[in-house]
């Protein structure tokens, strides 16, 4: 028992974040308060991780399965970026891939018909926001090589001579391709990637 006492003394620090986590791990259990037990943190009743994952079954899983996939698109993109590099077409077509994936879980379990049959879920303006940006965000695909060097690069270029006859707007045409090509090269892989 001496040796354990010691140990403890010796590593305060991490028998203290050790007693954390446990402590934390507790707000899981679902007999963690009695009803006079509730404190202000539990008051609220939001839904969490936890909630959602038990709440409905596979309809719930499938939701999480949809946000974690969203979640981890960015790390896929920047793995496959490294094993493949950024001319190939692997990184753009399985992100794209997930993205969609992801959007349509999200997309078909807030739909309103299963909101009617209790299946579905209701979305706070907030996460309705959220799922617009992300909609916005699929932009930056046409923005990604190789589909802009492949595609949207060459029509802007031939937008650009198409319109560069006429005299003010040929010019903010071309401004405006150059600054794209410009966004394009510096910003577009680590921005929504």
């Known amino acids: 028992m001496e040796a354990y006492k010691q140990w403890v003394r010796a590593n305060r620090d ?9 402590q934390t791990m507790t707000w ?3 007999e963690r308060f009695s009803a ?4 202000p943190e539990a008051a609220d009743n939001r839904s969490t991780l936890v909630s959602i994952w038990h709440e409905k079954g596979v309809t719930s899983r499938s939701f999480i399965l949809g946000e974690v996939l969203l979640i981890l698109r960015p790390l896929v993109y920047a793995l496959l970026i490294r094993r493949y590099g950024l001319g190939t077409w692997k990184p753009w077509l399985v ?21 009617r049959n209790g299946r579905g879920y ?21 923005m990604r090589d190789p ?4 595609y949207t690069r060459h029509r802007l270029e031939y937008f650009e001579q198409l319109l560069k006859p006429v005299p003010v707007v040929g010019t903010l ?4 391709v150059e600054l794209l090509v410009g966004v394009q090269t510096r910003y577009s892989y680590i921005s929504a990637s």
């Open 122 to 142: 209701s979305l706070s303006k907030v996460e309705k926001e959220e799922i617009k940006r992300r909609q916005l965000l699929w932009a930056f695909y046409v």
């Open 147 to 150: 589909f802009f060097s492949k």
């Open 173 to 176: 045409i071309a401004k405006a």
């Open 28 to 30: 899981f259990l679902p």
């Open 95 to 115: 992100t794209l891939a997930v993205d969609l994936t992801g959007t349509t879980i999200i997309s078909r379990l807030t739909s309103p018909g299963l909101l």
């Open 36 to 39: 006079s037990e509730i404190g």
């Open 14 to 22: 991490f028998v203290s974040s050790i007693e954390s986590f446990a």
